[in-house]
């Protein structure tokens, strides 16, 4: 799980978009990442509260059945459950091409967002579980490929680099607590 810990403060930000909020408030970065104009900024925190009951739920399901159940259980999980996961998913990319990406260049305008950042690493966590995402999905595939732009081609593939590569790192030698700890967390997923 990602998780900020903040020495300075005392605090403990154990979901990414809290962690996100935090360091553009700090940091002060450039508007575009979080708009002071009230109207954009509301477009953002609609992408961010819908994105964990949407695209984070249901890219998880995907990428824990197909990626982690092998290693936590021992064997793929089944054929139908992995189809029902790819289809639930893909409603989801169809709703964020109508509900947020519309005819825009990001999802709430024309600039990047931290919603941009929050929905590229859910969605390149399928990819990690080799489904074939942005092929049946041209209008995101396009918006990928500005994200990337936008960020520079090394630093989102550095981002993206050990969720891509999930496959080969050995997860079998894993210690046991920690596939315990995650068995746990594939329960939630596993219906």
């Known amino acids: 799980m990602p998780h900020f810990d903040s020495e300075e403060c005392n605090l ?6 809290s962690m996100l909020l935090y360091l553009v408030r700090k940091y002060k970065t450039p508007d575009h ?28 399901k995907v990428f824990w059945n197909k990626c ?23 409603i989801i990319l169809t709703h964020i091409e109508t509900l947020f990406l519309k005819d825009q260049l990001f999802l709430t305008g024309d600039e990047i967002s931290v919603a941009d950042l929050v929905a590229i690493v859910e ?15 041209p209008k995101l595939d396009a918006w990928k490929n500005r994200v990337k732009e936008a960020i520079g081609s090394d630093l989102f593939k550095e981002a993206h680099e050990s969720v891509v590569n999930i496959k080969e790192q050995h997860l079998d030698s894993m210690p046991l607590e920690m596939k315990t700890f995650f068995k746990s967390k594939l329960l939630k997923y596993a219906y």
């Not at 403990?12 to 978009?17: A, E, K, R, V």
């Not at 509301?42 to 890219?59: F, I, K, P």
């Not at 982690?68 to 893909?90: D, Q, S, W, Y």
Request: hydrophobic share 35%; net charge negative.
């Open 12 to 17: 403990l930000f154990p979901f990414s978009t």
């Open 33 to 60: 990442w979080y708009p002071s104009d009230i109207q954009k900024r509301s477009r953002v925190d609609e992408y961010l509260a819908w994105q964990h009951t949407n695209t984070r739920y249901y890219g998880c």
């Open 123 to 137: 969605i390149m966590q399928v990819v990690a579980s080799g489904v074939t995402v942005f092929e049946d999905f």
């Open 68 to 90: 982690m159940t092998p290693t936590l259980v021992g064997h793929e999980a089944e054929p139908e459950k992995i189809n029902r996961c790819v289809a639930e998913f893909k």
